[in-house]
């Protein structure tokens, strides 16, 4: 009598699609075969849940692609052809957010506003749930190109995002977001050093036909740091993929890094976050990332405090990131930089009034 089939807790499905993204594509070893056998046995729930948790992840397109390959490889039509109907559907939807996007570009470059595409395009083929943007023109500006041009509607405004000089706009005929973050970097819009040369320091990338100003590669893994280590407190799969697949490419200046890392004051935060991702690259792939010593020696804890919850990997607040915070903000204070200081230590403030309003209402949306 066969076994009845377990469904795959949330825990297992990232484990199955960290596997797909981060083994070696030649690997032939028996964990490797495990896992093919594994994916040939998934029902169509569990591959609806992959797909959620790919999503929500960042790493859909990435992801289902290799399931796809594996399907194609045992002649599975069945599940192949869910893989093949998720990626036309998300596709679909990436097709329409970059021709926004682009027109967004072109747009601001009209006006002789001066715009990058930050983090979005950090993941491609894949692409997030909201299209974020750096300019340093000022918010009346903004405001007035997204609405004139775009017909867009401002988004209400929580206290994070008016300390942090963000806004949201929601434009007919595009789901996800558009967040413009004017003049400001971080949680509390206390990096403005970072803000102040981003747009100077910019690369042209090719996306598909189209090409883009995004963050050099500097700015890019100092922003990722930010987002991840002094904000939201969780990695994302694809922030793993995609930092990992930056350092492989050598495209990294670890010395350039330090320096402008150790300037804004999250140096710290820095090596933790590449330790963080090279210790989990470790785990399915057999080997992490070539990190310099100094890296190493910077970072503040590693990757194996780091927990599956809640469909991410979150990065523990008590004491490892409250240390982190704390060492930024006495940096900052020590170079006599009141007034980032003073925003930064709201940080705290926000985030407790989001836990109570969370608590509370279930959403804290309105403060953080």
Request: hydrophobic letters at 40%; aromatic letters at 8%.
């Amino acid at each position: 009598m066969p076994k009845p089939h377990v469904p795959c807790p949330p825990n297992e499905m990232m484990d199955i699609l960290s596997q797909l993204l981060l083994r070696e594509s030649s690997d032939p070893d028996r964990a490797a075969a495990e896992l093919d056998q594994r994916l040939r046995s998934i029902t169509h729930d569990e591959f609806r849940s992959m797909i959620d948790l790919a999503n929500t992840n960042h790493v859909l397109m990435r992801g289902v692609q290799v399931f796809l390959e594996v399907m194609r490889r045992a002649d599975d039509d069945v599940r192949a052809e869910w893989a093949e109907n998720a990626l036309q559907a998300e596709q679909a939807r990436i097709t329409n957010a970059i021709c926004f996007l682009e027109e967004i570009c072109a747009v601001f470059e009209e006006q002789e506003c001066d715009v990058a595409v930050i983090k979005s395009l950090d993941h491609w083929p894949d692409l997030g749930s909201d299209l974020d943007l750096y300019t340093d023109a000022a918010s009346p500006a903004v405001i007035e190109v997204m609405r004139r041009r775009f017909n867009a509607e401002i988004a209400p405004r929580s206290w994070g995002d008016r300390l942090a000089g963000k806004w949201n706009f929601l434009i007919a005929g595009m789901p996800e977001a558009v967040e413009i973050h004017v003049g400001r970097l971080g949680q509390t819009g206390e990096q403005t050093g970072i803000a102040s040369s981003l747009l100077d320091r910019t690369r042209l990338i090719v996306v598909g036909e189209r090409t883009f100003r995004v963050p050099s590669i500097v700015d890019r893994v100092m922003i990722s740091t930010l987002q991840r280590m002094y904000r939201h407190f969780y990695f994302r799969l694809c922030d793993i993929v995609d930092s990992a697949a930056l350092a492989d490419s050598g495209e990294i200046d670890y010395r350039e890094l330090r320096s402008a890392a150790e300037h804004a004051g999250i140096w710290e935060g820095v090596a933790t976050y590449l330790l963080i991702v090279s210790d989990y690259v470790q785990k399915y792939r057999g080997r992490g990332i070539n990190l310099p010593s100094f890296v190493h020696d910077s970072a503040r804890f590693s990757g194996g405090d780091v927990y599956f919850a809640r469909g991410f990997l979150r990065v523990p607040i008590m004491p490892q990131s409250a240390r982190l915070y704390g060492s930024q903000l006495t940096g900052l204070l020590r170079k006599r930089e009141l007034e980032i200081s003073a925003r930064l230590s709201l940080l705290p403030w926000l985030a407790t009034a989001a836990a109570v309003g969370q608590k509370i209402t279930g959403n804290d949306k309105g403060i953080w």
